[in-house]
């Protein structure tokens, strides 16, 4: 069975950073594109970034320039780097991993930005 954990939610002040990270484990062969998702409250959940298995990032309108996706495909994990948060960037944060043609999901961090 695969797990998704992440780590790395919590509270910051605007301008600050945070860094979240997620680890799948179980039997996994290999992983395509990981990503986040957000969901902040009354809000539909949306895209944050994705990255392929070759390095190829995708990043939401709302975070370019202030976010970047890394992934190690040794330790099947992927690093969401949060720069210059802004409250509106206050979400519940989730993990996304596309492998053998199925989505898993984390169980989703909190990020709130608040002074």
């Known amino acids: 069975q695969v797990q998704l954990v992440e780590f790395g939610g919590g509270l910051v002040q605007p301008g600050g950073s945070l860094r979240l990270s997620c680890a799948a484990s179980?039997?996994?062969?290999?992983?395509?594109?990981m990503g986040w998702y957000r969901q902040a409250p009354g809000k539909q959940r949306e895209l944050v970034a994705t990255?392929?298995?070759?390095?190829?990032?995708k990043f939401a309108d709302s975070v370019k320039g202030r976010f970047t996706l890394s992934r190690d495909n040794a330790k099947n994990t992927v690093y969401l780097q949060m720069n210059s948060l802004k409250p509106e960037d206050t979400a519940v944060y989730s993990c996304?991993?596309?492998?053998?043609?199925?989505?898993?999901w984390g169980q989703g961090t909190q990020v709130t930005v608040s002074s």
């Open positions: 996304n991993a596309r492998i053998a043609s199925l989505d898993y």
């Open positions: 179980g039997y996994i062969f290999s992983i395509g594109t």
């Open positions: 990255i392929t298995s070759l390095g190829s990032t």
